[in-house]
């Protein structure tokens, strides 16, 4: 599968690009520096220097151009506007996602995206402009999934974890978070689905299916 993941050169979106090189995906990993560039391909992926928030709808048509499955893992985070990259940069890339004919996308949101109003204070800018383009790539066509991620860790990935459809808290590591997202991509069940992800017991291929058995 040809994938294409925005935010690649982030802490959770290297870890995906890492994922999904091993599982033998052929991976293009938007990155917005040259460092990040050189790391992408390092890991084994091919990098794409651009930035989301400022790239026309041809651009971006044309980037998603020859793509099977799609990874959001990109976010404004420390000092950036959220509704600038989490909402309209993260809106315009899934409309040319559908437009131009791209089977699956996966998009990596956070815990209370649902609900910013229940979340943290100093979260909340971000929880909602992830809870618009939450909202709105639901009324794509496109095989759509939303996996709102507890509180990011570092640590390594377990492959157990905990979904829902509204947990109370929890935390779950990046690695999990990528694990996650492969799985979703690759399994037709979860598309048109979004769930709270934390750390848990259940292996992720035993909670995905219980998730699209509902």
């Known amino acids: 599968m040809r994938v294409l993941v ?12 890492t994922s999904f090189v091993e599982a033998g995906h052929d991976v293009l990993g938007v990155v917005r520096s040259p460092q990040a560039a050189a790391d992408t391909e ?13 790239l026309a709808p041809s651009e971006l048509a044309a ?23 989490d909402a309209d940069a993260c809106i315009a890339a899934f409309t040319a996602a559908d437009r131009i004919g791209v089977s699956r996308w996966v998009q990596i949101s956070s815990m209370y995206a ?37 509180g990011l860790t570092n640590d390594i990935g377990t492959g157990q974890v905990h979904l829902g459809s509204r947990l109370d808290s929890g935390m779950v590591s990046r690695a999990d ?22 750390s848990g017991m259940t292996p992720i291929d035993t909670a995905l299916a219980a998730l699209g058995s509902r």
């Open 177 to 198: 978070v990528a694990a996650v997202a492969l799985a979703c991509l690759t399994t037709p069940s979860t598309a048109r689905s979004a769930f709270d992800l934390v």
């Open 63 to 85: 980037l998603f151009d020859g793509i099977d499955g799609a990874v959001w893992a990109a976010g404004a985070g420390y000092g950036g506007d959220p509704e600038v990259v």
């Open 42 to 54: 390092e890991r084994g992926a091919t990098a794409r220097l651009a930035d989301l928030a400022q």
């Open 114 to 150: 649902d609900r910013p109003e229940q979340g943290p204070s100093f979260l909340q800018p971000v929880l909602r402009a992830k809870h618009r383009s939450d909202q709105a790539v639901a009324s794509t066509g496109l095989g759509w999934t939303v996996i709102r991620a507890g």
């Open 6 to 17: 925005t935010g690649a050169g982030g802490q959770t979106g290297r870890l995906v690009v």
